[in-house]
């Protein structure tokens, strides 16, 4: 890598999704750049109301 930055990440799997989430954590602790870019969320409230469950009062 151009600036110095790498990991090496060894486990016991064959799901690389993991070893992609172990290295991608890293990037964003250690803020890596162009390594690493999440994908921001809205975090939407949904009231019982909304969802047609009846609550108890």
């Keep these: 890598m151009e600036n110095g930055n790498g990991v ?3 486990a016991n799997t064959d799901d690389g999704s993991l070893l992609r989430e172990i290295a991608n954590s890293l ?3 250690y ?3 162009d390594f690493y870019t999440p994908k921001i ?3 939407v409230t949904v ?3 909304i969802m047609g469950i ?3 009062p």
């Design 47 to 49: 009231t019982s109301m």
């Design 54 to 56: 009846k609550c108890k």
């Design 27 to 29: 990037a964003s602790v």
């Design 41 to 43: 969320k809205e975090v």
């Design 31 to 33: 803020n890596w750049k």
């Design 8 to 10: 090496v990440v060894m």
